[in-house]
């Protein structure tokens, strides 16, 4: 089973600030099939990056994946206030399917 | 738009058993993974198993191998999971999902609701 620990496992921002968040992988992602979800509150996942870079339909270019392997970073470019949220990240290369613990991103 | 619908929330005492369905909607059913992930209230998420609504294979994580079974029926485009002998530890959001890669190279990736199940005596 791969293990994704992110980090930090909260980040206190301002809007109109980056944020780096962190996934790291206990073995390497196959063929970096590496997702981040943003979560609200009483909401299903969201999904912004597949692939470790690719956006999603109707993504804000504001949101960036990148990495390979078993480090892969999301950066929120200029944080905006619907932004503030949880961040998951998920590789569904290998089975089992496995999630981080997630990053909460706060005011 | 694609859509999942799934059922509505449920309370169980523990030792029942739960079964939530998910609907497909303008979704080619037979065609693509169903997968199924919890998350505890505040928690993570955590993959539960799939099931290929084709075939009716399924594949469950570890923790759950024995205790949870994942079904389909074809003609109404909707997937089950049951969870048997339930504890409080399975209070949580039950959400099934689809997601992967078209033959195009495209992503899906497509959310129920995700009820909430409680276990509580």
């Known amino acids: 089973e791969i293990v994704l620990t992110q980090s930090p496992g909260t980040l206190s921002l301002s809007p109109g600030e980056r944020a780096t968040l962190s996934c790291r992988a206990s073995?390497?992602?196959?063929?970096?099939?590496l997702a981040w979800y943003q979560q609200k509150a009483g909401q299903a996942p969201r999904l912004l990056i597949y692939?470790?870079?690719s956006r999603a339909t109707g993504i804000p270019d504001r949101f960036s994946g990148s990495g390979s392997g078993t480090d892969f970073t999301l950066t929120i470019n200029r944080l905006e206030p619907e932004d503030f949220a949880v961040y998951y990240c998920?590789?569904?290369?290998?089975?089992?399917?496995?999630f981080g613990q997630g990053t909460k991103v706060e005011i | 738009q694609a859509q999942l619908v799934q059922s509505g929330a449920e309370v169980k005492t523990p030792g029942a058993s739960v079964k939530v369905s998910c609907k497909a909607s303008d979704f080619i059913f037979t065609k693509y993974f169903i997968h199924w992930v919890r998350q505890a209230p505040g928690q993570g998420l955590e993959w539960m198993g799939w099931i290929n609504p084709n075939s009716g294979d399924t594949k469950s994580a570890e923790k759950f191998q024995g205790r949870v079974s994942m079904t389909r029926d074809t003609s109404i485009n909707t997937a089950y999971m049951e969870l048997r002998s339930l504890t409080p530890d399975d209070t949580a959001f039950y959400y099934c999902?689809?997601?992967?890669?078209?033959?195009?190279?495209?992503?899906?990736?497509?959310w129920g609701q995700g009820p909430l199940v409680t276990v509580s005596s």
């Open positions: 998920q590789q569904y290369g290998s089975s089992p399917v496995t």
């Open positions: 073995q390497s992602v196959s063929s970096n099939y």
């Open positions: 999902a689809s997601w992967g890669y078209y033959g195009s190279g495209s992503f899906y990736n497509y």
């Open positions: 692939g470790a870079s």
